[in-house]
């Protein structure tokens, strides 16, 4: 079956450092790949995606790509604020087929110290 | 604003009692989901819906039920068989229109805690 791996956390970085959070994937055919934030107390939001190979989802300076050879949709922001220390989980969703049920990794925290 | 509510934000519950969380969603979605949320464990999915009046269990659907009369309304059932209930519920819903990227929306959440 479907699943997604992710990095462990927390992961503890200092404001305007430079971010990458890893996310691998297994997967049949080609699924859309997610990357969604939770704010502590809140539910989910979707950050950014990419619906298939080589695309570049972005939003709020964050950035991953689609790689389907490695397999991978890793997140990235150049410069990291305090505001930014949240969970951020990856995931994918197959376009086609009968189940629309995605697949999360466990998410991984980021927090930033000023 | 089109979105999703849950209410209460926090609930509480008591030895052998059955509770209920509200999840209402006004984005015209057909299909709906409830997660449970425990720290260091992602999401487990409990249930999902993916038209009014059909649904199926997810990984942890035991001592749990829901309904799906409306298709805005998707509550969720804490009963007494549940006997780990403190968690964190998240209520999501998306449509499953092919031609739309398969985003979720999801709820604010409701924290269940046990007196």
């Known amino acids: 079956g479907d699943s997604v791996t992710q990095m462990e956390g927390p992961v503890t970085l200092s404001e305007e450092a430079f971010l990458t959070i890893n996310c691998t994937y297994t997967?049949?055919?080609?699924?859309?790949l997610f990357w969604y934030v939770q704010y502590p107390g809140e539910g989910l939001q979707l950050l950014l995606k990419?619906?298939?190979?080589?695309d570049k989802g972005s939003n709020k300076g964050f950035e991953a790509t689609y790689r389907k050879e490695t397999t991978s949709f890793h997140l990235e922001k150049g410069s990291v604020q305090v505001s930014d220390s949240a969970v951020y989980f990856c995931a994918l969703r197959h376009a086609s087929g009968g189940s629309y049920i995605p697949t999360f990794g466990r998410g991984t925290s980021l927090i930033v110290h000023p | 604003d089109g979105g999703i509510t849950q209410s209460p934000k926090y609930l509480f519950r008591k030895e052998g009692q059955n509770v209920t969380l509200s999840c209402e969603q006004n984005?015209?979605?057909?299909?709906m989901y409830w997660y449970r949320q425990d720290p260091g464990q992602g999401l487990r999915l409990i249930y999902y819906?993916?038209?009014?009046?059909?649904?199926q269990k997810g990984d942890i659907a035991e001592g749990y039920s829901v309904s799906r009369e409306k298709k805005e309304s998707f509550p969720l059932t804490v009963t007494s068989a549940q006997k780990n209930p403190t968690a964190f519920y998240l209520c999501?819903?998306?449509?499953?229109?092919?031609?739309?990227?398969?985003?979720?929306?999801f709820g604010p959440g409701t924290r269940l805690l046990v007196l």
């Open positions: 997967a049949t055919g080609y699924p859309s």
């Open positions: 990419a619906t298939k190979a080589d």
């Open positions: 984005l015209n979605h057909d299909a």
């Open positions: 999501a819903s998306s449509s499953t229109d092919r031609t739309i990227q398969e985003t979720q929306y």
């Open positions: 819906s993916q038209i009014v009046n059909d649904f």
